[in-house]
T-cell receptor
Framework: DAGVTQSPTHLIKTRGQQVTLRCSPKSGHDTVSWYQQALGQGPQFIFQYYEEEERQRGNFPDRFSGHQFPNYSSELNVNALLLGDSALYLC????????????FGAGTRLSVL | KQEVTQIPAALSVPEGENLVLNCSFTDSAIYNLQWFRQDPGKGLTSLLLIQSSQREQTSGRLNASLDKSSGRSTLYIAASQPGDSATYLCAVGLSTSGTYKYIFGTGTRLKVLA
């Protein structure tokens, strides 16, 4: 049973570029949440996708957007990259939106130069 | 607004010591609390999950307690080993507008010396 998988593992971009990160949820899960973890900080909630819609967003600008596909996989897109977007991006999946344990992937390390 | 604080930020101990990591949160309306381990540059490994109705959970040398009324949790590590060296993150699970999410602390960076 595959767990949560994220791709790519590492990514290097320059300021102003756009990036897409991908996440496949754990088998049987239908909800995907994205978190950003800056160096030395705890992860921060970006948004959650359920039934192909964004259900809730944390304190992140519109440059951060996402998508969920019918197979429940998800993408995180970041436009107009800033140096401060450099972080580990974690995807977590769960069954349903409410009160269920989230399982985390290994993350994508994004470096913005 | 829920805030999660972890103390100490860093800890260095000799091998074999028993140690306690602390986590505090400002709003007691949580569904659960989870402790994670994170190795450098890696993702999160779940250690223990305590539901809001529970007081503690144990797994091997790890024991986590939860006191919702005081907004505190502790992670107790017995007989520490160099392999325990990692960052330990505390996260409270809460639901807002029907969406369940985690609020994380900033972590305790643990180094166990051989």
């Amino acid at each position: 049973d595959a767990g949560v998988t994220q791709s790519p593992t590492h990514l290097i971009k320059t300021r102003g570029q756009q990036v897409t990160l991908r996440c496949s949820p754990k088998s049987g899960h239908d909800t995907v949440s994205w978190y950003q973890q800056a160096l030395g900080q705890g992860p921060q909630f970006i948004f959650q996708y359920y039934e192909e819609e964004e259900r809730q967003r944390g304190n992140f600008p519109d440059r951060f957007s996402g998508h969920q596909f019918p197979n429940y996989s998800s993408e995180l897109n970041v436009n107009a990259l800033l140096l401060g977007d450099s972080a580990l991006y974690l995807c977590a999946s769960s069954l349903g939106r409410a009160k269920n344990i989230q399982y985390f992937g290994a993350g994508t390390r994004l470096s913005v130069l | 607004k829920q805030e999660v604080t972890q103390i100490p930020a860093a800890l260095s101990v000799p091998e074999g010591e028993n140690l306690v990591l602390n986590c505090s949160f400002t709003d007691s309306a949580i569904y659960n609390l989870q402790w994670f381990r994170q190795d450098p540059g890696k993702g999160l490994t779940s250690l223990l999950l305590i539901q809001s109705s529970q007081r503690e959970q144990t797994s091997g040398r790890l024991n986590a307690s939860l006191d919702k009324s005081s907004g505190r949790s502790t992670l107790y590590i017995a007989a520490s080993q160099p392999g325990d060296s990692a960052t330990y993150l505390c996260a409270v699970g809460l639901s807002t507008s029907g969406t369940y999410k985690y609020i994380f602390g900033t972590g305790t960076r643990l180094k166990v010396l051989a």
